[in-house]
């Protein structure tokens, strides 16, 4: 059993002011996803530019940051939001739901589409790979801050750990971090260096995450005020999970069949 590294959750103080870890993680995951947008957007018959990338970019990123605090409030820690209105501010002290970062970028990519003419699955596959990493990033982040605690587990697993509590216990976080963050990112960027049929990337993106996020969910403790949510093993993120994998199914087989049409029409 390993013991967990006592890691500062401030990288830096400044006197006046701290850096958290956890903040410069979401500052990592936003630099990659610029530079990877970039990348792509140099290729050949891409539809992008380098300013349409960084208008993207920032218009995903209060997307992911208004919705990710607003989401958890919601989801996850509704009833201490009507005790205590202001924790709604502290990202710092961690508590951001990708459910909720979810849907605040579907709106962030929708208002950019209107902007510069994109449908709104033009703008998600594009930017569908650019985001795994950052995912890896933010569980990065809860490891560093000792959050999300895995269950319980046999000592004799080497990679077991203890948080502090003396329970050789899963470090979920980084199943997480492994398979929503590096994973995902490997299956995204090969399957998408061929044209794919609008929605495709999408809905490989939705149907991948969500089944990484239920199965990784097994290992990871459920939030302590929440518990199981239902059947007494579901747990609140593997609940959200569900409709976006059926949902990622639902548009990869659209985009398919709709491909399928199109070169149909065009042969007769």
Do not use: C
Not at 2 to 17: C, E, M, R, T
Not at 185 to 205: C, D, E, H, N, Q
Request: hydrophobic share 50%.
């Amino acid at each position: 059993m390993i013991k967990y590294p006592d890691i500062n959750p401030v990288a830096l103080d400044l006197g006046f002011a701290n850096i958290h870890w956890y903040g410069l993680m979401y500052l990592f995951a936003f630099l990659f996803a610029w530079w990877l947008g970039n990348y792509r957007a140099k290729q050949a018959e891409s539809g992008w530019n380098t300013d349409q990338v960084s208008d993207v970019i920032f218009y995903g990123a209060l997307g992911v940051i208004l919705g990710g605090r607003i989401g958890y409030i919601l989801f996850y820690n509704f009833d201490h939001f009507i005790d205590n209105p202001a924790i709604i501010i502290r990202i710092w002290e961690g508590g951001m739901s990708f459910h909720g970062g979810m849907l605040g970028v579907f709106l962030a990519l929708y208002l950019f589409g209107r902007k510069t003419g994109k449908t709104f699955f033009q703008v998600s596959d594009f930017i569908a790979p650019m985001v795994p990493l950052g995912l890896g990033f933010g569980r990065l982040g809860n490891f560093i801050n000792k959050e999300l605690w895995g269950r319980p587990v046999d000592s004799s697993i080497p990679w077991a750990l203890d948080y502090g509590d003396q329970i050789a216990r899963h470090p979920s976080s980084l199943y997480q971090a492994l398979s929503e963050g590096l994973l995902l990112f490997i299956i995204l960027f090969i399957y998408s260096r061929k044209p794919r049929p609008t929605m495709a990337v999408s809905g490989v993106f939705m149907m991948a995450y969500g089944s990484f996020r239920f199965i990784t969910e097994f290992y990871r403790i459920p939030d302590a005020h929440l518990g199981f949510v239902m059947f007494d093993w579901m747990t609140k993120g593997q609940q959200l999970s569900i409709p976006m994998i059926l949902f990622g199914i639902f548009i990869f087989v659209l985009a398919y069949r709709k491909d399928t049409e199109k070169h149909t029409t065009e042969k007769a």
